[in-house]
């Protein structure tokens, strides 16, 4: 098999249900909040996918999917509060007038608590 269709489905692999975290799905949902692009979509899988590859380099590959896995469904658009600049969000963007984030609550923060230990212990 040459070389680019071997990276070409090493790509498809990492975003393909049941061999990984839906990355993709992830972030869509993160576009549908912040707003964006396809290019958007494409820059976040490019970095989910990149931090995938380090951790199995490091052979954590199996932490890292577990941790995406169980942080993903705690993922939600936060609004809070009204803003004109992002420099009035504490770390949010400011989207149509709102600040928003895309993230775990902090009432959720401890779900993947096992999940997040088990990749801590790999750095």
């Known amino acids: ?8 489905l ?7 249900p049941g061999c990984g975290p839906d990355i993709a799905a992830l972030c869509e949902a993160q576009e ?9 979509i494409d820059a976040c899988e490019v970095a989910f996918d990149g931090a995938r590859g380090n951790a199995y380099d490091i052979g954590c590959g199996e ?3 577990l941790l995406i896995e169980c942080f993903t469904p705690q993922y939600e658009c936060m609004t809070a509060g009204a803003c004109s600049t992002s420099d009035e ?3 949010s963007a400011c989207i149509n007038g709102e600040c928003k ?7 959720n923060a401890d779900a993947c608590e096992a999940q997040l230990n088990a990749y801590s212990r790999c750095d």
Do not use: I, K
Request: hydrophobic letters at 40%.
């Open 1 to 8: 098999m040459n070389r680019h269709w071997s990276f070409l």
């Open 10 to 16: 090493l790509g498809l692999a990492a975003f393909t």
């Open 32 to 40: 549908a909040c912040l707003g964006g692009n396809d290019a958007d």
């Open 63 to 65: 932490e890292y999917d």
């Open 89 to 91: 969000c504490n770390g």
């Open 101 to 107: 984030r895309y993230g775990v609550d902090g009432a």
